[in-house]
T-cell receptor, first 116, second 111 residues
């Protein structure tokens, strides 16, 4: 079974703090993704990576950065946390299909971040 | 039109009945579709993938893809209270193969 783990289930931080969210997958997947999920807004893609040291902006990258130094690990960084970044953060991973397209994504348990 | 659209619900279905969840998609979405189940406070869990026109069955779940009408549906037979959750439909974009998610339909199975 694919396993995607995230470093924390719940996190409380103060405005202005630097926040690190870590995600690890054990299925040797090439692709990793960071989403945030808010009521009424659905899943919104923040950043994704299709290879080590590669990163691509998603739909809402502002205020976030990412790091992928190893294939199995993808970190999301909030440089200076703000209250509007209070959300559920979800990491996912996927492989490439035989045609080169992205296969289905598998999600980690999520981190509920509260910024005070 | 949004790439992947779902009715937000809630959809209420009596226990034991068939629950039918629908999703429409735009021309910008290609042939691979996925259904996820998400319990409140939890992360999405993949239920089924469907790539070809027609039906795909897995236990109590059947996914249906109709490319001509641009919709994909999920049928849940013999609905159970444990099926109460939000169901996310996802499709693959044509231009870059990225997977895009609908906002989900809340399903409530009435005991």
């Amino acid at each position: 079974d694919v396993k995607v783990t995230q470093s924390s289930r719940y996190l409380v931080k103060r405005t202005g703090e630097k926040v690190f969210l870590e995600c690890v997958q054990d299925m040797d997947h090439e692709n990793m993704f960071w989403y945030r999920q808010d009521p009424g807004l659905g899943l919104r893609l923040i950043y994704f990576s299709y290879d080590v040291k590669m990163k691509e902006k998603g739909d809402i990258p502002e205020g976030y950065s990412v790091s992928r130094e190893k294939k199995e690990r993808f970190s999301l960084i909030l440089e200076s946390a703000s209250t509007n970044q209070t959300s559920m953060y979800l990491c996912a991973s996927s492989s490439f299909g035989t045609s080169g397209a992205y296969n289905e994504q598998f999600f980690g348990p999520g981190t509920r971040l509260t910024v005070l | 039109q949004k790439e992947v659209e779902q009715n937000s619900g809630p959809l209420s279905v009596p226990e034991g009945a068939i629950a039918s969840l629908n999703c429409t998609y735009s021309d910008r979405v290609s042939q691979s579709f996925f259904w996820y189940r998400q319990y409140s406070g939890k992360s999405p869990e993949l239920i089924m993938s469907i790539y070809s026109n027609g039906d795909k069955e897995d236990g109590r779940f059947t996914a249906q893809l109709n490319k001509a009408s641009q919709y994909v549906s999920l049928l849940i037979r013999d609905s159970q209270p444990s099926d109460s959750a939000t169901y996310l439909c996802a499709g693959q974009m044509n231009r870059d193969d990225k997977i895009i998610f609908g906002k989900g339909t809340r399903l409530h199975i009435l005991p």
